[in-house]
């Protein structure tokens, strides 16, 4: 499955960069950032952040690019933006998650900051399973799952979901404000330099947490998966909630479309908002709004795909090792439902929480003894 993870990640190359080359959008990127203006607005496009030219640059065209997601000219884009939000922040809940489980210390599996980064730089679909696939093949926990090298420090699981919201979502919150009626467009473009190293935010609070509570919150199993529940509870909810938003306010457009400016409607209809467009078609955009939500179509479906096969193997490694058996037939269809209600990244979060709660439960004490004897006999 790992390389199949590392194909998807090598995916990206064609069908994000590439698609972005031929369909035009890097060209109206480019000339955007040429003519000094923000793309869509008529506003300056500000080039000084840091006063660190490579910098500068790079968050300039971080800069270009995100700014028609939020700026809410396009419903489409917009809308999409929402269901990607809550899916990136779930997926990299399990990421920072894995990173401080006790058998991936020491192995590329725990520095989460360096793909975090690399996803806002390369794209959510490329660090994501990049990182999944280097995990499964470095740590022990992908292979012989076991309560003890599972386990997650106390401190980590008590504060993670506040930190997500502290380090992702207030960051996340302040760009999206609408400008000029709330902040001025230059404080916008500010707020958005500021969100992209969210990622590292996320690890650095994570960090220091760890340090300041492990005195005051000492390690038990028991413990340890109340945490775990309290964390995946947080992050189904963030993946659930935002998966539901987008495509019920876009079926609404067609099941009830007098609720809606009848300016809207064909800009908030599922097969406008949730296209799957080929890169191989021939497409040309007119936009950079346009461009971009092409562009962050791929990155959610490759980037969700990457983080649900690696929940799923991982799923099916734990049952195999416990249990010496596997559904196939139920489990795809537990998948496919999760899938519509929460999302495939929603999906990954239940399928983690369960593997983790067959863990704990079956390799905890007594009851590991007897899981042994039922497996021998």
């Known amino acids: 499955m790992r390389y199949v993870l590392f194909s998807l990640s090598a995916f990206v190359l064609y069908a994000i960069f590439y698609f972005s080359y031929i369909n035009g959008l890097d060209e109206l990127g480019r000339n955007a950032v040429a003519s000094g203006k923000l793309p869509g607005v008529d506003a300056p496009l500000r080039t000084v952040y840091t006063g660190v030219e490579p910098v500068d640059r790079i968050l300039t065209l971080l800069t270009t690019f995100f700014y028609p997601s939020l700026d809410g000219q396009s419903p489409t884009l917009l809308l999409h933006s929402i269901g990607f939000s809550g899916t990136f922040g779930a997926a990299w809940t399990l990421v920072v998650l ?29 660090a994501t399973p990049l990182i999944c696939g280097l995990q499964l093949g470095c740590s022990i926990t992908a292979r012989r799952p076991h309560a003890d090298n599972i386990r997650v420090p106390r401190a980590v699981l008590a504060v993670l979901p506040v930190v997500f919201v502290i380090g992702y979502m207030v960051p996340t919150q302040a760009m999206v404000l609408p400008a000029p009626s709330l902040i001025s467009i230059d404080m916008k473009q500010i707020a958005i330099a500021i969100w992209q190293p969210w990622p590292a935010y996320v690890s650095i609070l994570t960090t220091a947490a760890y340090f300041i509570l492990s005195p005051f919150l000492p390690n038990n199993h028991r413990a340890s998966m109340s945490g775990l529940r309290w964390v995946y509870a947080s992050a189904f909810a963030n993946a659930t909630l935002t998966h539901l938003i987008s495509w019920v306010v876009s079926l609404a457009s067609v099941a009830v479309p007098h609720l809606f400016d009848a300016r809207f409607l064909a800009a908030l209809h599922p097969s406008k908002v949730f296209a799957v467009p080929l890169p191989w078609s021939g497409l040309k955009v007119e936009t950079v709004a346009e461009g971009v939500h092409f562009f962050l179509r791929w990155d959610y479906l490759i980037g969700s ?27 795809l269809v537990k998948v496919g439902i999760l899938t519509v209600l929460s999302g495939p990244t929603g999906a990954a979060v239940e399928l983690m929480w369960e593997r983790d709660e067959l863990v704990f439960k079956e390799t905890v004490g007594p009851r590991q003894q007897v899981t042994k004897i039922m497996k021998s006999s």
């Open 305 to 331: 795909a990457g983080i649900l096969l690696w929940a799923l193997t991982l799923y099916s490694v734990a049952h195999k090792q416990i249990l010496s058996t596997i559904s196939w037939p139920g489990l």
């Open 98 to 126: 894995e990173s401080w489980r006790k058998g991936n210390a020491g192995t590329i599996a725990a520095y989460p900051a360096i793909f975090g980064l690399m996803a806002q730089l390369m794209t959510f679909a490329f």
